[in-house]
């Protein structure tokens, strides 16, 4: 994912609040999804499964070791489970209650690669 695709997707998410049926960790995630179509012109397919992992993994892309992942990877973390995507500086923005809120890497349990 290119830092200007990444930079636009972060910047509209920023300060949006949480909204249950609106605004949460999945709709955060199809947004990644199409930034990831926009730069690969290729458009992930992914499936409903019994855990989100599993729904990430559907995807296609290969798991890394979150402590690997760069900017545009995404991630998941857990309590509450949720993904995210790799900004820098060993971070990742996840949604938030008021916007966007920053985890380091560590807190992530899984990583999928994505370029």
């Known amino acids: ?3 200007g695709r ?3 997707l972060l910047s509209a998410a920023e300060a949006r609040p949480f909204d249950a049926p609106r605004w949460n960790c999945a709709v955060y995630a199809l947004m990644a999804l199409k930034a990831l179509e926009a730069v690969t ?6 499936r409903v499964r019994p855990s989100l992992d599993a729904c990430a993994d559907s995807a296609g892309y290969p798991r890394i070791l979150s402590a690997f992942a760069r900017p545009g990877d995404v991630v998941q973390a857990d309590d509450p489970e949720r993904l995210g995507v790799v900004v820098e500086n060993g971070q990742a923005a996840f949604v938030g209650p008021h916007g966007l809120i920053r985890a380091p890497l560590t807190t992530c349990t899984i990583a999928w690669t994505i370029g």
Not at 41 to 46: K, L
Request: glycine share 8%.
């Open 1 to 3: 994912m290119t830092t």
């Open 41 to 46: 012109g290729a458009r992930p397919v992914v």
């Open 6 to 8: 990444l930079a636009a």
